[in-house]
T-cell receptor
Framework: AQSVAQPEDQVNVAEGNPLTVKCTYS??????LFWYVQYPNRGLQFLLK??????LVKGSYGFEAEFNKSQTSFHLKKPSALVSDSALYFC??????????FGTGTRLKVLA | DTEVTQTPKHLVMGMTNKKSLKCEQH?????MYWYKQKAKKPPELMFV???????INESVPSRFSPECPNSSLLNLHLHALQPEDSALYLC????????????FGQGTRLTVV
């Protein structure tokens, strides 16, 4: 069965510092991995995805993610955090057609 | 147009009421989804329509009734809900296939009193 794990409920980082939000996955077959962000009382916004190819994926708002097959990880990164990046972040894996398995979410707090 | 539009944004309903949630997209996506999300939890899949046909029903109680009138519209009819059904209801759409990302609406905040 496909699954993703987000080991941290919350990540705090100072504005201007690099940030990392962790995600590990367990899939049979090729992993199709996604990151979404959710601001309060809003829907999820797609940030980026890994399908195949380059292990470093660039996405929206300056975010990027590194796919590591040996460590089965897909960590979300940003070189310099902004206060406006504070939100809830979900990692997800595609489980067949039409099914996305979401992680439990990580709350990112960027401190001014 | 890369938007999924949901109406209403907020809804308060009594346990004996009948109401409907609406969702619209004009991206040409042929898969449309309903998710339920409780506070600080990941979205839980409820229903998937593919090419206007119900493809997935995640054992959702019959008090929730989905409808897909055409390729751009998705409704969720609500009847005799319980207070524990209070949640954020999210609509999403995508192209078919496991490699595609879903686009989400901003949700309907439902409160059952």
């Amino acid at each position: 069965a496909q699954s993703v794990a987000q080991p941290e409920d919350q990540v705090n980082v100072a504005e201007g510092n690099p940030l990392t939000v962790k995600c590990t996955y367990s899939v049979s077959g090729n992993p199709y991995l996604f990151w979404y962000v959710q601001y309060p009382n809003r829907g999820l916004q797609f940030l980026l995805k890994y399908i195949t190819g380059d292990n470093l994926v660039k996405g929206s708002y300056g975010f990027e993610a590194e796919f590591n097959k040996s460590q089965t990880s897909f960590h979300l990164k940003k070189p310099s955090a902004l206060v406006s990046d504070s939100a809830l972040y979900f990692c997800a894996v595609s489980s067949g057609t039409y099914k996305y398995i979401f992680g439990t979410g990580t709350r990112l707090k960027v401190l001014a | 147009d890369t938007e999924v539009t949901q109406t209403p944004k907020h809804l308060v309903m009594g346990m004996t009421n009948k109401k409907s949630l609406k969702c619209e997209q004009h991206m040409g996506h042929r898969a449309m989804y309903w998710y339920k999300q409780k506070a600080k939890k990941p979205p839980e899949l409820m229903f998937v329509y593919s090419y206007e046909k119900l493809s997935i029903n995640e054992s959702v109680p019959s008090r929730f009734s989905p409808e897909c009138p055409n390729s751009s519209l998705l409704n969720l009819h609500l009847h005799a809900l319980q207070p524990e059904d209070s949640a954020l209801y999210l609509c999403a759409s995508s192209y078919p296939g496991p490699r595609t990302e879903a686009f989400f609406g901003q949700g309907t905040r439902l409160t059952v009193v």
